[in-house]
Structure formats: C-alpha cells, structure tokens
C-alpha cells in the first residue's frame, strides 16, 4: 500500500488558458479513502486521471509512496481504476473478466483461479463467475468491474463516479458496499463523484474542487460544520445552507425583524456593511412573529420530517428559504410564515471575498 502526493500538479488542456486542475497541493494517506468532489467541470476527474497516467501533468508532480510517477506510464504505475461504464468484456465470463489482467501480467492459472476466487467470496459473486456480463444486473457488473481491479492487488484504487449508472436504491447501498470493503482491505482509495451526499457518506476525508482549485480538505463532519468559505458552505448540506446577505447593526446582523447577536470580534473582521449569514435547514425554525417573513412555496414530506421551501423579500429582491419542519405538523403552502436561526450554530463569511469570518 501506498500514500499520495499532489505537489502543485497543473493540467493545462491544449488551447486553453485557464488551468483544468490548477496546482493542486493534496496529501492521501496511506489506506485512507479520499473522495474528490464538485460540479461538474470543477476538475476531479482530470485530477483523478493525472493520478492514473491518463492525463498530462504540465506542471508539479504527483508521488505514490516515495516514488514519483509525474511522466510514467500508466501501467507501471501500480494503480487500478474502477470506471463508471464498467468496461468489460462482453464476450468473456465474470471470472475472465476479472483475471484478465492478471492474464496479461503472466501469473499462472492456479494463481489466477485463487485470486479471482477470492475476490469473487468478498463481492457475493461467487454464483455468477460463469455468466457473461449481459446476464448481470447493473450493481453485479460495478462489482465485477470492482473484482477486477481487487485482484490485481494494487497499490492505489481510482475509482470515476463509480455508481451514476445505477438507480438510487442500489447506489445506497453499492457505496455501502464499497466503503465497507475498502476498510477490509485498506487499499488507499481515491473516488470522484459529483454527489456531496455520497461524498460525506463514504470519505475518510473529502477534498471539494471548483474551477480546478482546491478549496477545502477535510473530515465530512469539518466540512459541514466548519465550511470554509460560501461556496463550500452553500455546496455540502442537503438541501443546502441558506446563505444571505444581511445588514450589520448595532450587536449584530439584522434578520428580518429581529437582530442575531454576533460578537462583534467577528464583524470587525470585516470592512463591509453587509456580511453572508449561513443557517442550515435543521437552524431555521418556524416562529409566531420573529424573523424573517416568508411565503411558504413548497412542503417536502418525507415522513419523520419535512422540509419547508419559501421565498421572502430582502433588499427589494427575492430569496429562497429552507427550513426543517415536522413531518406531520407544519405549515402549508401558501401560508406566510416567520423563520428566525436557533440552536446558535451559524456561519458568517465575508461578501466580497467569500471567506469564513467566525
């Protein structure tokens, strides 16, 4: 096994200026599961594909353990990536599949038989080594495609948005699998996805991209708590933070009819007369008269609990709210109601730079 080193990696694509991944500093941990997120376009895969020898690397290096692997080919790379189509064999049986690589590498067949057996008693596929990928479901086939980069034992996992091919029942339970798995067996993982609530659900620790920069590394928990700026904030939660722009007054920030007190050590950070207040969901509470005043739009019941869309008026303009609400009692679309933070766990962040204030 093996950590990794981002050292000011760049990918610059031919005719562009503007970096795809731009000098990235990331450290993985050896038998650490790191999972890259953003919007699509933010980067995470160029940077995965870097990592796997698929993509230039116009400036910096990239390290796996002590080696640098900046212009070596993929093959000597000692990595296996998991991709999102699977890329198997039609016409060769699961367990073909997922020898085939060791095929290719001249192990001998006992050893190969051993191998893919193993592999096949850790990911249930045991009864399906004998079927061809079109007899598998979606689910079978990602762990068919999972069971050949296993036995290959490699020193890296790579794996590309691995269950955007499935429905949303098996990708719940597929990341399941696959955070479980990797445990087992410690393997440093690095796993892009786009969807912050597989990130939060599965990483060690998640790195979250926008336009090919870094913004953050951290522990899920961290980055919901602790985001550190707007665009992190407004990116993991779901639904997401609610983020406004409020006025800064005498003890605090103006909400609505009502002032939430902010010591002033942590406005003083800023030049402003506005600052960005962030409340999440389960913060916002509906109140008798206190707050801000909001049209209630939508009303998502999910059972135990609910969630409450609206729009208010702030500043001449229209903003969207979010606020959780209990599943059975709770206001209903078109009534107007006020929402005011409690629980005293909010996020400031200056308007012209972004940046956490408190």
Known sequence: ????????????YPGSTTPAVDSIDLEIADGEFLVLVGPSGCGKSTTLRMLAGLEEVNGGQILIGDRDVTNIPPKDRDIAMVFQNYALY?????????????????????????????????????PYLNRKPKA?????????AMGRAIVRKPQVFLMDEPLSNLDAKLRVQTRTQIASLQRRLGVTTVYVTHD?????TMGDRVAVLKDGVLQQVATPRELYE??????????IGSPAMNLLQLPIVDG??????????????????????????GVRPEN?????????????????ELGSDGYLYGSATLDGASTELVSRVDGRNHPNKGETVFLKPEGGIMHLFDVETGERLN
């Open 1 to 12: 096994m093996a950590s990794v080193k981002f050292q000011k990696a760049t990918r610059v």
């Open 90 to 126: 039609p016409h060769m049986t699961v367990a073909e599949n997922m020898g085939f690589a060791l095929k290719i590498a001249g192990v001998d067949k006992e050893e190969r038989a051993a191998r893919v057996l193993d592999a096949a008693k850790l990911l249930d596929l045991e």
């Open 136 to 144: 598998l479901s979606g689910g079978q086939r990602q762990r068919v």
């Open 196 to 200: 912050q609530v597989e990130a939060m």
């Open 226 to 235: 602790t985001p550190k700026n707007v665009f992190v904030a407004g990116f």
């Open 252 to 277: 605090g920030v103006q909400f609505g009819n009502t002032v939430v007190k902010i010591d002033n050590s942590v406005l003083s950070k800023t030049k402003a007369k506005l600052v960005t207040l």
């Open 284 to 300: 916002l509470v509906v109140s008798t008269n206190d707050g801000i005043s909001v049209e209630v739009e939508v009303i998502e």
